[in-house]
């Protein structure tokens, strides 16, 4: 009798962790490919079960970054995007799609970056880059960016003072700098 007590016991508190747990690491890789959906609902979907799952996925997010496919390259930003600090390891590469020839896959790797926040530093010589981008709207992403991270961006606070003098970027350029100077290490 004990030994079936223990036996359903056992059972029963694995049944529990089974159903209390949230998406494995073993997810990744089947989320990541329902991102590639053609049905915007399952995009919908694994994006955000993604963000829940945050780093086990970012490699994933790395190669979509890389993809042919400008639709995924985008939906693996915006993913990125949605996990803030939890993408820190997909800095190198979204500083890479920074250079992307669509300015909207570059203003959403420059929004990515702005959440990924401090831990974003690695970014910073081509967020400074981003500052020259012909695209009005890639040079305030990129500003914003810098002011997120903070003190990791002083390096940039020279290409933001030169950012600031143009009209178009000020409010962004002077906020960033100003996050930037507050800011401790």
């Known amino acids: 009798m004990r030994v079936r007590i223990a036996a ?3 059972a029963g508190f694995s049944i529990g962790a089974a159903c209390n747990r949230g998406p494995q690491s073993g997810d990744a890789a089947a ?3 329902q991102l590639k959906s053609a049905d915007p609902e399952a995009r919908g979907k694994a994006s955000l079960a993604i ?3 945050g780093e086990p996925a970012v490699p994933g997010l790395i190669e979509m970054l890389k993809s042919e496919d400008p639709q995924h390259r985008a939906t693996a930003a915006s993913t990125l995007f949605g996990m803030g600090p939890k993408a820190r390891a997909a800095a190198p590469a979204l500083a890479e799609a920074l250079s992307d020839p669509s300015s909207d896959m570059r203003v959403s790797a420059a929004m990515a970056l702005e959440s990924i926040g401090p831990d974003a530093a690695p970014a910073v010589p081509a967020l400074v880059r981003a500052l020259k981008d012909r695209e009005t709207v890639v040079r305030q992403r990129a500003a914003i960016a810098l002011g997120s991270i903070g003190a990791g961006a002083r390096d940039a ?7 600031s003098r143009h009209d178009a970027i000020r409010p ?3 906020e960033a700098i100003h996050k930037i100077q507050v800011s401790r290490e």
């Open 51 to 53: 963000v829940r799952l």
């Open 8 to 10: 359903v016991l056992v």
């Open 157 to 163: 606070l020279p290409a933001l003072a030169e950012a």
């Open 31 to 33: 989320l990541v490919s």
């Open 172 to 174: 962004s350029a002077e």
